[in-house]
């Protein structure tokens, strides 16, 4: 079984798929497996360089503050970005889940819905929490601006949007509380694969 764990940005994803992880589940985490196929596949270089330009790699490395400049201020530019990237952590994703011998897998990643792609989950699990807890979490964490956090979340869906298309919602503020959601989910999983 194929599960997708998604949620806003500061909703506390990573903390979320760490809990799973504790339980044996195996996670793909589509971030940082994103940010690795740019730096070592050579046609996605290839196509983010004829994208963004050549400051898109410093010495063979992506530029990731020149990109997010780039994109995050332009709609279509990030469209066609997801659109080199997005497919290959996909193929990416599928060759690592086959290789998985548990009852269910989860790939996190944060635009689910936005990208139109809970078709691809058997069940799609949200992470929330509310919006000024976010913004702190995003704020301390990354060293940015309240405005710098604001333009990001405003690139995203609204919780309220992904609820009812969401199988599961796990609301991320108590620790206690999301372990004891996170080994409630985690049963019915392995009851349902």
């Given amino acids: 079984m194929i599960v997708g764990l998604t949620g806003g940005i500061g909703s506390g994803k990573s903390t979320v798929s760490q809990m799973f992880r504790e339980l044996g589940v195996p996670v793909y985490d589509s971030d940082t497996e994103a940010k690795l196929l740019m730096n070592t596949s050579k046609s996605i270089k290839k196509a983010v360089i004829a994208l963004l330009g050549k400051d898109s790699y410093v010495d063979g490395v992506l530029n990731r503050d020149y990109i997010s400049n780039k994109v995050f201020k332009n709609e279509e530019l990030l469209l066609k970005l997801n659109g080199i990237v997005h ?49 702190n979490r995003v704020v301390n964490r990354d060293k940015v601006s309240e405005g710098g956090v604001l333009r990001r979340i405003s690139n995203q869906l609204t919780d309220s949007d992904k609820r009812p ?6 609301e991320n503020i108590d620790i206690e509380a999301t372990k004891k959601s996170v080994k409630d989910i985690h049963d019915q999983l392995v009851d349902q694969a």
């Fill in 87 to 135: 497919p290959e952590v996909k193929k990416h994703f599928m060759a690592w889940s086959v290789k998985q011998n548990t009852p269910y897998v989860i790939q996190e990643t944060a635009l689910i819905f936005e990208n139109n792609a809970q078709g691809n989950y058997d069940k799609v699990i949200l992470v929330t929490a509310p919006i000024e807890v976010r913004i």
């Fill in 165 to 170: 298309s969401s199988d599961y919602v796990i």
